[in-house]
């Protein structure tokens, strides 16, 4: 199984907004009763690609409805970059993100922690994941 991360960089710092990030982490779920999460890349968002990096925090809406053609469209670019992943753990998505794993039947799992680090965030959800 795989998961995918909104992270900021290598650091691993998870991203505050799915569709805002620069980058997804990439981790294989192994083990059974006893799960570990094995990174297995970065992958570069191409919705953002070529924009400054900063973090969208959590009150960053997304305005955009379905007759905005374009914009849906670059949302689907970055469900495509992920589109072998079985999930997507968000802090916050909008509802083009959503849309867009959807159809690739990609799900969100919601994170509502206080922990920064992808990998750990994993393990807290580690149980969640089926």
């Known amino acids: 199984m795989k998961i995918a ?6 650091s691993l710092k998870m ?9 997804f982490a990439i981790f294989n779920l ?7 999460f094995e990174l297995e890349g970065l992958r570069v ?4 690609a070529g924009e400054d990096q900063h973090d969208h925090d ?5 305005e955009h409805g379905a007759e905005d053609v374009e ?3 670059a949302h689907d670019t ?5 589109h072998d992943c079985d999930y997507l753990v968000v802090k916050m998505a909008c509802k083009n993100t959503a849309k867009s794993m959807s ?17 750990k965030i994993l393990m807290e959800l580690a149980p969640q994941f089926t």
């Not at 991203?15 to 980058?23: K, L, S």
């Not at 968002?45 to 953002?48: H, L, R």
């Not at 959590?58 to 997304?62: A, I, P, S, V």
């Open 45 to 48: 968002n191409p919705k953002v």
């Open 103 to 119: 159809n690739l039947g990609i799900k969100i799992k919601k994170y509502n922690g206080t922990e920064a680090n992808a990998q």
């Open 71 to 73: 914009h849906v469209k």
């Open 78 to 82: 970055m469900a495509d970059a992920i």
């Open 58 to 62: 959590e009150h960053h809406t997304c």
């Open 30 to 36: 192994k083990g059974g009763m006893f799960r570990s």
């Open 5 to 10: 991360v909104p992270v900021m960089d290598d």
């Open 15 to 23: 991203a505050g907004n799915a569709g805002h990030t620069p980058y």
